[in-house]
């Protein structure tokens, strides 16, 4: 029974480990084509085993969570709404 317990209790720990906030989604780059502007966007895993996704946006898209509100390419900068925050 007390192994039962330790393994469960190593399994919970991994669990709330690993299910710890990700980092915010950083700007990768950003570019302007044919006067359409884009913007590359890193969103981190969220769970160790996983890999970074790459998002391509133009402003007023949306993937997930993640919405892109302007690009400016001149200034290489974008700004972006997480969950509507």
């Known amino acids: 029974m007390k192994t039962s317990i330790l393994i469960l209790g190593l399994f919970c720990a991994l669990i709330s ?3 710890a906030e990700a980092p915010p989604p950083q700007l990768v780059g ?3 084509f044919g006067g359409k502007q884009l913007a ?3 969103v981190p895993p969220k769970q ?3 890999t970074a ?5 133009m402003p007023g898209q949306k993937d997930g969570e993640i919405e892109l509100l302007k690009v400016d ?3 290489g ?3 972006i709404s997480l969950g509507g925050k």
């Open 73 to 75: 390419p001149s200034a």
């Open 77 to 79: 900068s974008a700004a």
């Open 17 to 19: 480990s690993q299910a």
């Open 40 to 42: 590359l966007i890193e």
């Open 53 to 57: 996704d790459l998002l391509a946006l």
């Open 48 to 50: 160790s085993w996983q």
């Open 30 to 32: 950003v570019a302007e």
